[in-house]
C-alpha cells in the first residue's frame, strides 16, 4: 500500500518509542494518522481531528502535543513516545498504573492522551513551569504545590466525555506523588525495547494489512 | 461481601467489592482495539459529503472529476446507491429513522444530510475528493426556528401517552395559597462521545461481516438485515470496546454507507464520521420549552402540577424528548396535568441521550419546585418531603422501592444542609457570591428480555458468551462479578466475551437496564449449570455450556412503578463582575439497586453528576436560522466540561436492592445527570438572588439577569 516517492509521497523515518520506522507517506498525512492507519500503532485516538480534544496526545521529544495537528514528514528526527511505548518489560508506567488502580476512565477512548499528557504534566511541574492557576510565578519561587487545581488546570487540554475527571485528578496526584524523578518523563529516556510495532496481532483472524 | 462453603472450599462474593476492570490493562496501554482500529486486507476509506442547504433536492451530483482523482474507487449518491427497505419495525419497536438510509432519493430534509459517499484507497485520498465534489441543489424555504408557540405542534405518545390529565387544573391553581407559573428552556445538546462513530463491513463468504462501534450489535445487526433484505443469520456484528455511546451510537447512517460501498465495490471499506460531521449524523437531545404551573396550600402541599412541555423533531421521523414525564413518578397534586408535544422541523432527528426526557425534565421540575419552596417559606428538602406520594401519582401503581427521603437525610447530613441560610445573595467569599442548591432524582428501572451461555471450561474455568455492549459503563466488569458469584467461583477464574450479534439475542447498553438485563441472564444460565455439573467428574474438552433466556422470567414481573432515586447537592461561587459560575462541591447520594462493582458504579453517577455541570454552564448547540446549520460545530464551539470545570465531586449510596431482580440491580447509568443542573441553578439562585430559568447559564446571562435582589 505505500507508492514509491513522487512530488505527493516522501520517504521517512520516524523514531517511535525507540524505533525507527521507514515508510512512505502522503504529505498530507498527519502524524496521528501515520501512527493509526500505516504503523498500527492504533493506541494514540482521534477524537476530534482538529486539536481539541487531546484525545491524540503523544510525546515528541519529551513534551505533549497533539498528533492530529503534526503532518508525519515534519516529525522526522524527532523523539515520539506513544502510549505503546510507556510500559517497561510489561511493567505499567506509575501513571499507567494508577488509571487502572483508581479508574481514572471509563470507554477508555481519551485515556492514551489522558496518560501522555499526565506523564508530560508531572514533568513540566517538576521543572517548575507554571500553570495559569500558580499563585507565585516567580522564577525563584519554584515549582508549586502539585494540587488538585494545578493539575486541572494543566489537563485541561484532555476532555473526558464520559466525565472521569475526577479520578483522573486522583490518578495523576497519586501517580506523581509515587514517580520516581528519572522516570517522570521520556523527553531524556531512550527506551530501548520496542512496542507493539512487529506484527503481532490480537484480532488473530482477519488482521491481514 | 457474602461468605459460603461451597465443596469445602472458601467463595467469597465478588458482587458488592471493587475491582479494576477487566480490559483495563489493555485500555491504559493503548492494546485495546475501537471499531476503526481493526486492519483490513484491500481496505478502501469511505468520507461523506453532507448537504449544505436545509431543505430541498440534490439536482446533480458532479462525480466525474471526482472520480478521475488519484485513488478514488467510488462515489455513492441517491441515483447509484443499492436500495434498501425501511418498512419494518426494529428491536426497539421503531421504525428506522430514515437518516440512516442514505442515497434512496433526492430530498434533502435537513442542513449535514448525507448526499454521497466518496470511497478511495487511502483517508487522505477520500477526504480530498469529497471536500472537490461539487453537489448541485434546488433549494426550497427552511423552518429551523423552535418557537414557544408553534402552530403545528402536536401532541406525540412515546413509552407513555403524550398527555396524561386527571383533576380540575384552573380551579385547583385558583385555590392555591401559593403559585409558581414559569418558563424554562434547554438547548440542543449533543452527545460528542470521546470516539467518532466508526463501522468497517466486508462480505466474507456470503457474510456480512460489520465491526463497529455501537450500543448493541443484535440490535445494529437486525436492521443491517432488514434494511439490506438479507437473512438475520448472515448478518454479524461486532464491537468490542466502544469510546462511549450515550444513546448515539444505534443505527447510523456511518454503518449503512460502509455496507454499501462494501457491496458494490466487493472489498472492505470503512466510514468514520468527522467530528464536525457528528452534529449533523450522529442524533441529539431536542432543545425544549417546558411550562411549569405549581400550585400549593399554605403549608407547601401541591393542589396542582401541570408540566407542558415542547420538543422538536424532522421532517422525516419522530422522536419526542418526554421533558413532561418525571413529574408523573415524583409528585402527586389533586390535579395534575403533564402533556409532552413535538413539532417538525428541518432539522436533523434527535435521539436519546443520556437521561432522555429526566434531564431536561428535571432541570424544570426541580427548579420550580426550588421556586415554590422560597414562595412557601419552606426548606427545599421539607417540601419535597411533604409531596411525596404514596402512589405512583399518575398510574396508581405502588413503587416498587422509593427511597428518596432517605438520600436527602444522608445527602443533607454530608454536605451540610442544616447549617444552611435560606436568604439567598448574603455569602460572600472575596468576590465571589456562594449558594448552595438541591434537587431530586430519579429514573426508571427496568429490565429486558436476554440471553446468555455459560460454559465450564475442562481447565476448570468458564466462559461467559453475551452480546452485551461495554460502552465504559464497567459492564463487562460487573457481568463478571455477576457470573462468579452465581458460579460460586473467584472471578479471575471467569472470562466474559461480549459485542458479537453472534452470541444471540440480548438488551442494548441503553435504558440503565443494560446491566441488569444482562445480569439476569448470565445469572440464570450459570446457576442452571452450577446444578449440572458433578463435583469430581471431568468435564469433556467442549466443555458444558448452558444457555439461559429470560423473557419469560422478565415478562412475569408485576406491574408497579420501578424507579431509582437520588438526592442531588451542589455549591457554586458566581462572580457578579464577569458573570462566572464555578461550581466547588458536588454530592450525590442515591438509591439506585444494589451496587454491583462500587469502583466503577462510582464513575457512573460522578460522570452523570459531571454532564449535570456541563449541562447547567456549558453545553449549547446553536442552529444559525438564516443557513439551518450549526454555528461552531466542533469542540471549541461545543463546550463540554473540562478538567478545570470539575470540583470535587462526591458520590455514594444507599442499601435498596430491587427485590424483583435476582442480582438486586436497578441500574445506574444515567441518574447521575438528572437533577444534576437544577441543584447547580438552584445554587445559583441562593449565590445571587436570580433565577436562571434558561440552560446553559452562560455568564452574558448571569450578568445581563440583573442585580442581586437581596
Known sequence: MAPAPTSTYSAITLHINGEKHTLSVDHRTTLLDALRERLDLTGTKKGCDQGQCGACTVLLDGRRAVSCLQLAVAAEGREITTVEGLA?????????????DLDGYQCGYCTPGQICSAIAVIEEHAAGWPSAVTEDVRPEAGPPPLTDDEIRERMSGNLCRCGAYVSIVQAVSRAAATTPADRAGTGTTTRAHGADTDSTDPHGTEAAA | MTTTTTGGATFKGAVGSAHTRVEGRDKVTGAARYAGEIPFARLAHGWFVLSTVARGRVRSVEDGPVLGMPGVVAVLHHANAPRVDTDYVGLLGTAPDPTAAVFQHDRVPHAGWPVALVVADTSEQAREAAEALVVHYEQEPHDVTFAAEHPDAYPLDSHGPAVAEKGDLESELAASAVVVDAEYTTPEEHHNPMEPHAATARWDGGRLEVVDSNQGTMWVAGELANLFSLDPASVRVRSEHVGGGFGSKGVRAHQVAAVMAATVLRRPVRVVMTRRQMFSLAGYRSPTRQRLRLGADAGGRLRALEHRSLSLTSTVHEFIETAAGPARTMYDADAHHTANRVVRLDVPTPTWMRAPGEAPGSFALESAFDELAERCGLDPIELRARNEP????????????????????????????????????VRRDGRWLLGTGTAAASFPAGAAPSTAAVTAEADGTFTVRINAADIGTGARTALTLVAADALETAPERVRVRIGDSDFGPAFIAGGSMGTRSWAWAVTAAAEELLERLTPGAAIPPEGITVRSDTTEAVGALARKERHSFGAQFAEVAVDPATGEVR????????????????????????????????????????????????????????HVAAHADVPSVEADWIEDPDPDDPVGIKGIGEIGIVGAAAAIANAVWHATGVRHRHLPIRPDRVLTAGAPSA
Open chain 2, 390 to 425: 404514596a402512589l405512583g401519582p399518575v398510574s396508581g401503581l405502588p413503587f416498587s422501592g422509593r427511597n428518596l427521603l432517605a438520600c436527602f437525610r444522608e445527602g443533607a447530613r454530608r454536605f451540610g444542609w442544616a447549617d444552611r441560610d435560606p436568604r439567598p445573595g
Open chain 1, 88 to 100: 517497561e518489560d510489561g511493567r505499567l508506567h506509575p501513571v499507567q498504573q494508577a488509571f487502572l
Open chain 2, 583 to 638: 461550581v466547588r462541591r458536588m454530592l450525590g447520594i442515591f438509591a439506585a439497586g444494589r451496587i454491583v462493582n462500587p469502583l466503577t458504579a462510582r464513575g457512573q453517577f460522578v460522570g452523570g453528576m459531571t454532564w449535570g455541570i456541563s449541562m447547567a454552564l456549558h453545553e449549547e448547540a446553536v442552529r444559525d436560522h438564516a443557513t439551518g446549520g450549526h454555528y461552531g460545530a466542533d469542540l471549541a464551539g461545543y
